[in-house]
């Protein structure tokens, strides 16, 4: 951890960041300049208070404009102890709300400064994590110790390593002799398909003729072929 600076030192860079409200501002750089400062103001106002009166307008007039003069001053000194503790600047509006507000803003002021870095800036102490670092020294963010690898595995021996083997040319290729091409066979046209042999007429076979069926002329039956005599009334047939 860096030193504390003296009350010379601390209100050099008060003066030097005067209206500076980025950073941050360790907590005894902020009490030292704080109280000497209010100490200052109370001499003051007892100066005035005894040359124009306490109860003089002149005096409530004179004691305002000092009262306004050292917020002013301070405010970026305010804003920047605020930053140290992680908190934004918007956190000191918390002072207008009386008693509870100050009493708020009081206790954040005494807080000690935000381990490390911060969106604010480097630690004003010196201070990274849990790793110490030198006053003026940059600030080296903290490093998590590594996790032990449950999967890690010993190196495994190294191979004996194996002589090099005589290179060997490859015998030569002999070229094999290209197999000769069949001989060419003449054409010879393909044999003429025979004529085709005519299927015989087919022969129509005689058809009988066949005598047409007689009849009885008295009775009107008919009669047998071959017959003279009607089967059915014995006439005579001519």
């Known amino acids: 951890m860096a030193p504390k600076h003296t009350l010379a030192e601390a209100y050099q860079l008060f003066f030097q960041n005067l209206f500076n409200f980025n950073g941050r501002t360790r907590r005894s750089d902020y009490w030292r300049v704080v109280i000497i400062n209010s100490l200052v103001v109370g001499v003051i106002s007892g100066i005035f208070s005894a040359i124009f009166g306490a109860e003089s307008t002149a005096y409530s007039i004179i004691s305002y404009i000092i009262s306004l003069a050292v917020f002013v001053l301070e405010l970026a000194l305010a804003v920047r102890r605020l ?130 069926p007689a009849y009885c002329a008295s009775c009107g039956s008919p009669l047998p072929l071959g017959s003279n005599n009607c089967p059915n009334c014995g006439a005579k047939v001519n």
């Open 83 to 212: 930053h140290d503790t992680g908190k934004e600047w918007t956190y000191i509006l918390l002072s207008l709300i009386p008693f509870v507000g100050w009493i708020i803003m009081l206790i954040q002021f005494c807080k000690d400064s935000e381990p490390g870095d911060n969106q604010f800036g480097p630690n004003p102490k010196g201070v990274a994590g849990n790793t110490y670092q030198a006053p003026g020294a940059p600030v080296q963010p903290y490093a998590a110790p590594a996790q032990p690898d449950y999967n890690y595995a010993p190196p495994q021996p190294a191979q004996p390593v194996q002589p090099a083997q005589p290179y060997v040319a490859p015998a030569p290729v002999q070229p094999v002799a290209p197999a000769e091409a069949p001989a060419a066979q003449p054409y010879v046209a393909p044999a003429a398909a025979p004529e085709p042999v005519p299927a015989p007429a087919p022969v129509a076979e005689p058809v009988a003729e066949t005598a047409a």
